[in-house]
């Protein structure tokens, strides 16, 4: 019997956790966990402003991760990213003290 590509990818797998998180090789079902998951770890790791890449698209990937951002207790604002860091492709998420 042959897997899918989607069973095969199934599997959990440990990204390292940076100041900085692509969203782009991530299945839009995977992204609330996937940005619920890096939000507690960064905010671990001593992180106190992350950056969220999302891409421009349609803006699904931005609204999910924008609406985790606003359910968060671990977060203070966020907002889109300068110009040159991905601007309304990105978001910059500041953590509570």
Not at 67 to 90: I, R
Request: aromatic share 10%.
């Amino acid at each position: 019997m042959n897997e899918t590509a989607e069973q095969q990818f199934d599997e959990p797998f440990e990204i390292e956790i940076t100041d900085s998180l692509d969203l782009h090789s991530f299945s839009p079902k995977d992204i609330r966990a996937v940005t619920e998951a890096y939000l507690s770890e960064a905010y671990k790791k001593g992180f106190r402003v992350v950056r969220i890449i999302h891409g421009k698209g349609v803006g699904v990937q931005r609204e999910i991760v924008r609406k985790v951002l606003s359910e968060s207790d671990l977060v203070c604002k966020f907002k889109n990213a300068p110009e040159f860091s991905g601007s309304w492709g990105a978001t910059i998420v500041e953590f509570e003290d």
